[in-house]
Nanobody
Framework: QVQLVESGGGSVQAGGSLTLSCTTSALDLSDFAMAWFRQAPGKERERVSCINWNGGSTYYADSVKGRFTISRDGAKNTLYLQMNSLKPEDTAMYYC?????????????????WGQGTQVTVSS
């Protein structure tokens, strides 16, 4: 079973920064649309950010717009999420996801491959 692997989570104080990474050795991600989701305890999963297969289109949830930046590095087969000005409400498990989808749209309707998540905790 193909698994994406996230890393980079941790505990930071409000206003701090973290960079999440997501990669896999099982897929060439260059033709895949990818996304970051998050889920806090007791809350529904939230789509945070998406990027299309060639990096030409991106999407951000209103809650993170202006603070988070999604990017991808084809040479490293890796997806990133740079998170700045972190707030306590950003505390959640963060998951990356991927689907084979070559389109101008940043986000896909559904994703086939998921990681196990990396925890981000922001204290006030």
């Amino acid at each position: 079973q193909v698994q994406l692997v996230e890393s980079g989570g941790g505990s930071v104080q409000a206003g701090g920064s973290l960079t999440l990474s997501c990669t896999t050795s099982a897929l060439d991600l260059s033709d895949f649309a990818m996304a970051w989701f998050r889920q806090a305890p007791g809350k529904e999963r939230e789509r945070v950010s998406c990027i299309n297969w060639n990096g030409g289109s991106t999407y951000y949830a209103d809650s993170v717009k202006g603070r988070f930046t999604i990017s991808r590095d084809g040479a490293k087969n890796t997806l990133y999420l740079q998170m700045n000005s972190l707030k306590p409400e950003d505390t959640a498990m963060y998951y990356c996801a991927a689907v084979w989808y070559r389109d101008v749209s940043a986000c896909a309707y559904e994703y086939d491959y998921w990681g196990q998540g990396t925890q981000v905790t922001v204290s006030s």
